[in-house]
């Protein structure tokens, strides 16, 4: 499982990793932030599993990913303000400066691309951004 794969020290130059809808919860993505050797990793999403909080307060202690720009979580029901603040209290991940939270119609959408705002055809709603009030665009 995830805890094998975590441990994979041969893709030093991995920049991009998609592990969206695979069932991955809170143990399994507490795995994946054990990973030293990604230290090239700049995108991982992470969408439609079922991460939670406890999830995101593992991940959230990685510090080898120094050059993470982008973390997408989209349709992880079990994610709230408790986890996204795990996430932003993570120093090592400078280039991923802010941690934003939307809403999509249906589904909660968080994604964290370089302070970046993205339609991906659906009106979003700003719910939150480094604790402001919400807008809507």
């Known amino acids: 499982g995830l805890e094998e794969f975590a441990k994979n020290t041969s893709w030093v130059n991995l920049?991009?990793?998609?592990?969206?809808?695979?069932?991955?919860?809170?143990?399994?993505?507490g795995y994946l932030g054990t990973n030293e050797s990604w230290k090239n990793l700049k995108k991982l999403h992470l969408n439609h599993n079922k991460i939670t909080d406890q999830g995101l307060e593992e991940l959230s202690?990685?510090?080898?990913?120094?050059?993470?720009?982008?973390?997408?979580?989209?349709?992880?029901?079990g994610i709230t303000g408790e986890g996204e603040q795990f996430l932003k209290n993570n120093g090592s991940w400078s280039k991923m400066p802010d941690i934003k939270i939307f809403w999509y119609i249906w589904t909660k959408y968080y994604m964290v691309h370089n302070s970046e705002i993205?339609?991906?055809g659906f009106e979003i709603s700003y719910l939150e951004w480094m604790g402001q009030g919400g807008k809507n665009y």
């Open 15 to 29: 920049e991009f990793l998609s592990l969206s809808i695979n069932q991955i919860g809170s143990v399994g993505v």
């Open 118 to 120: 993205y339609r991906y």
């Open 61 to 77: 202690n990685n510090e080898s990913w120094v050059n993470l720009e982008e973390l997408s979580l989209g349709g992880n029901k």
